[in-house]
């Protein structure tokens, strides 16, 4: 009986662990991003894709591990840095060279540890990497958002941005990106620009849904409030909107939330100030 009983208070235990793991947002999205993988080659992708995430995320939990005890922090599943491995694996091309995507994702988590303010990364780690691979000329796809495949796995790619969103409860930073993207975009095609237009297309609808759902809603990076979460969301999508127009290429994202990110911590770091100074007053 008392063997029975250590068993079953162990499958608690051990049952608790997996519920607590699976509440947080980071677990969730990493999860979401697997399953898009997995889904994409399903659906006509690549199948080098799938090695070419697993090494990615493989590079990025290392890098992030090691760095962690190196900065004597405690060692812990990197989950974060599994979003980052898997957002590096979907964006870069699927017949890029394998060394290139663990070489990103390492840059990325890098930065997540090097550039921080007030002891808190303040830049979104995939983008700071997928920044400077497309400034190096690498060749990104965004297979993993489902662009190759019909209109009807956009309902898919929707589906599990939701339960990532949900956990995170960055709903509004979503909608306000996608629609500040999406408005800009439509008074650039009313203005006969075919870049406006595409936007509402396939693949440039996708890529806008993958970054405003995987990526603006970055939990460290992201404001967490109502009101900032609008402010932030709609200026992101709206400075990618017009880099998009601008510009074309595939970088557009990338600025825009870096800049985003850059902005809020500005902000974080003026309010904290002021909090400061309302505190030494009282």
Sequence with gaps: M???DAANAEM???????????????????????????????????????LQVAMAVAAAAL??????????????????????????????????????????????IASKHGIRVRHRHIFNPAAVGLLLAAASGASESWWGDLAGLSLAYVA??????????????????FFAYVASFLAVCFAAGAMHSALGADAFRNPILNATLFAAGFMASDPPTSPSRLPMQVAYGAGAGGLAAALYLWLSGLAYPFVALLAANATYAAVRLRLRVL????????
Excluded: H, N
């Design 156 to 173: 898919v790619l929707v589906a599990f941005m939701y339960a990532v969103l949900w956990r995170a409860r960055k709903f509004a930073t």
């Design 63 to 108: 890098v992030d591990l090691a760095l962690r005890r190196l900065r004597g922090l405690r060692l812990g599943l990197p989950d974060g840095a599994l979003v980052t491995g898997a957002i590096v694996g979907l964006i870069l091309s699927a017949d890029s060279p394998l060394w290139l995507a663990p070489a990103v994702a390492a840059i990325s």
């Design 12 to 50: 608690k235990r051990s049952w608790r662990r997996m519920s607590a793991l699976l509440r947080r947002p980071k677990s969730v999205c990493a999860g979401a991003l697997f399953a898009l993988a997995v889904l994409a080659v399903a659906g006509g992708q690549p199948p080098r894709g799938l």
């Design 2 to 4: 008392g063997l029975r």
């Design 275 to 282: 909090q400061s100074a309302r505190r030494e007053e009282t």
